[in-house]
């Protein structure tokens, strides 16, 4: 299980300097502007009513429910902001992980196994590829607008 954390903590690393590249390469360019600009111009309603035929087929549409939000906060809090929300999240995640390694590692050094313990660390473990995936269509509507 240590490689495992360890891979995790390395791709959380790996987000985090990600997010941040961009945000200060966007600094520079000024494609903060030019996102805004799009993102202002995205009709949500339509956008959803698209997507919906291949993301509400779930009796609780959580993706498309996701990208609602994803593109309201973008509306509200610039595109920058949507990924400062994003790098807040991963540092979540990464103290999470940290968490739940080291409740793991009690375990491993006592002999003594709290169910509980397995349960959370597999649900950490699921939580980020989803987000990240719905962040990533979150853009992606974005740059379809600019076509």
Not at 94 to 120: C, F, K, S, Y
Request: charged share 25%.
């Amino acid at each position: 299980m240590s490689r495992e954390f360890a891979a995790k903590k390395a791709n959380l690393a790996t987000a985090t300097g990600i997010l941040d590249q961009v945000r200060d390469d966007y600094d520079v360019s000024g494609e903060w502007e030019r996102l805004d600009a799009l993102a202002a111009r995205l009709d949500i309603d339509d956008v959803s009513e698209t997507w919906a035929e291949v993301l509400a087929v779930h009796p609780l549409p959580l993706v498309l429910t996701s990208l609602q939000f994803n593109w309201r906060y973008m509306k509200d809090h610039g595109v920058r902001g949507f990924y400062t929300m994003c790098s807040d999240y991963v540092a979540a995640l990464r103290m999470n992980t940290q968490r739940w390694q080291e409740a793991w590692d009690r375990e491993v050094d006592t002999g003594v196994v709290d169910q509980l313990t397995t349960i959370q660390c597999d649900l950490v473990s699921i939580e980020a590829p989803l987000h990240c995936d719905v962040c990533n269509k979150t853009i992606t509507a974005l740059l379809y607008l600019d076509g």
